[in-house]
């Protein structure tokens, strides 16, 4: 099996234990959490947003697929000269408007085609947490690298999404389900199209990872603990309540979880010399 197709079957088994179904319901599945993935683009650059800017510049045009609400893109825009939204979710391009005009940032506008219908070239495109809900891997890959004159920059996290609840769900129900494809997966296919990306955890930790460090009593603990399985039944809450020290850190001033205090972001990012790339040929 080749890593393009291991990398479908690893998908297949990961959506057949539903996890993470709702990407594949029709409809604006991001509409109601949208709002969450808005932040303020005039933030202070973390060491991660850094990165990307440190590969960026000032007359690129930067093309954000899968952008979202321009969490990374909008606090980027001052470094390019144009940013292009492609994002599928209606909630999502509201919340990017929002908050670009929130911040008065005028050189960005919003593709009307999703990624794999569109006709959309830039100098440097990125995408952040988008990989792991493609399970046609290597046309996307193709069509990410043919355009871009420059550069692609892709973001996961590792472990992904998807994946971060595990542990939790071995200790507490005694499954394990089958893993997202990652960044092993994605690496492995990268390599097998002849590309030779450069692969680098990134300084942060995620942005979203205040879970992690905020200092919880038990009993929110068992609550954050069951939001993670998106259980509500009193078998579970008594079975992580019985496990509580096994699944967080205790300590004097309250408790952390352990399944999250490892997730880093990974940037894996080259540089295209603006030659097509063939899937034939690789």
């Not at 099996?1 to 709702?22: G, H, I, P």
């Not at 050189?107 to 495109?125: F, K």
């Not at 309540?241 to 001033?253: C, G, M, W, Y």
Request: aromatic share 8%; charged share 25%.
């Amino acid at each position: 099996m080749n890593a393009a197709a291991n990398y479908a079957a690893v998908y297949d088994a990961a959506l057949a234990a539903e996890r993470f179904s709702d990407h594949q319901m029709p409809g604006d599945h991001w509409a109601d959490l949208a709002e969450m993935f808005r932040l303020d683009p005039k933030r202070t650059k973390d060491a991660n947003l850094s990165a990307l800017a440190a590969c960026l510049e000032s007359s690129d045009v930067l093309l954000d697929v899968g952008g979202g609400a321009g969490r990374v893109s909008l606090a980027l825009a001052d470094c390019v000269h144009e940013v292009v939204l492609v994002e599928p979710s209606e909630g999502m391009r509201e919340q990017f408007v929002i908050a670009r005009d929130q911040a008065g940032i005028t050189n960005t506008r919003i593709a009307t085609d999703w990624w794999m219908d569109s006709d959309e070239t830039g100098d440097v495109i990125h995408l952040s947490d988008v990989t792991y809900f493609v399970r046609d891997i290597a046309p996307f890959v193709e069509k990410l690298h043919n355009s871009a004159s420059r550069r692609v920059m892709i973001t996961v996290w590792r472990p992904t999404p998807g994946d971060m609840g595990s542990v939790l769900r071995s200790i507490v129900l005694g499954e394990r389900p089958p893993h997202w494809p990652g960044l092993p997966e994605l690496a492995a296919v990268l390599w097998e199209m002849g590309l030779l990306p450069e692969i680098r955890p990134l300084p942060d930790e995620p942005w979203w990872l205040t879970d992690a460090e905020r200092r919880l009593s038990d009993a929110e603990a068992v609550d954050l603990a069951m939001r993670w399985l998106d259980a509500e039944d009193d078998q579970t809450r008594a079975a992580v309540s019985d496990k509580l020290d096994q699944i967080f850190n205790r300590a004097p001033d309250g408790l952390t979880p352990r399944w999250l205090n490892q997730p880093r972001t990974v940037l894996l990012t080259w540089e295209t010399g603006g030659k097509p790339l063939s899937m034939a040929g690789g």
